[in-house]
C-alpha cells in the first residue's frame, strides 16, 4: 500500500532552520515527480517546492527561493526540504505529494507541523 511518511516538522525560532523528510513505500519512488506543499491556518494550500523523477530539475514558490531546497535520494525513497532563515509566516502544515500523471496517480501524506515563532 501506498504511504508517504513526513518527518522532521517542529517549533523553530525566526532565523532558524528545519530538515523535512518524506519517506515513501508502496511505489516506484523514482519515477515520481515529488514535491512539498503547505497549507497554513486559514489558508489554501500551496506548492513549495517540486523535484522531477531522477531530481534533473527543481522549482520552487517564489517566496521560497533561496531559502528553501528540496532534494531527493532514490535510493532511500526519501525526498527532503531544507528550510533555511524561517520566518513566522512559514508556519503551516507541510505536505509531501507524489504524482505521475501519465497514470494519473496523485498520492499525499498526512503532514507534519512547522511553526516559527520566537
Same mark, same amino acid.
Given at each position: 500500500q501506498v504511504q508517504l511518511v513526513e518527518?522532521?516538522?517542529?517549533?523553530?525560532?525566526?532565523g532558524g532552520s528545519l530538515t523535512l523528510s518524506c519517506a515513501a513505500s508502496g511505489f516506484t519512488f523514482s519515477r515520481y515527480t515529488m514535491?512539498? /506543499?503547505? +497549507?497554513?491556518?486559514?489558508?489554501?494550500?500551496?506548492?513549495?517546492?517540486?523535484?522531477t523523477s531522477y531530481g534533473g530539475d527543481t522549482n520552487y514558490a517564489d517566496s521560497m527561493k533561496?531559502?528553501?531546497?528540496?532534494?531527493?535520494?532514490?535510493?532511500?525513497?526519501?525526498? /527532503?526540504? +531544507?528550510m533555511n532563515s524561517l520566518k513566522p509566516e512559514d508556519t503551516a502544515v507541510y505536505y509531501?505529494?507524489?504524482v505521475r500523471r501519465a497514470y494519473g496517480h496523485d498520492y499525499w501524506g498526512q503532514g507534519t507541523q512547522v511553526t516559527v515563532s520566537s
Open positions: 518527518s522532521g516538522g517542529g517549533l523553530v525560532q525566526p514535491s512539498w /506543499y503547505r +497549507q497554513a491556518p486559514g489558508k489554501e494550500r500551496e506548492v513549495v517546492a517540486g523535484i533561496g531559502r528553501f531546497t528540496i532534494s531527493r535520494d532514490n535510493a532511500k525513497n526519501t525526498v /527532503y526540504l +531544507q509531501c505529494n507524489a
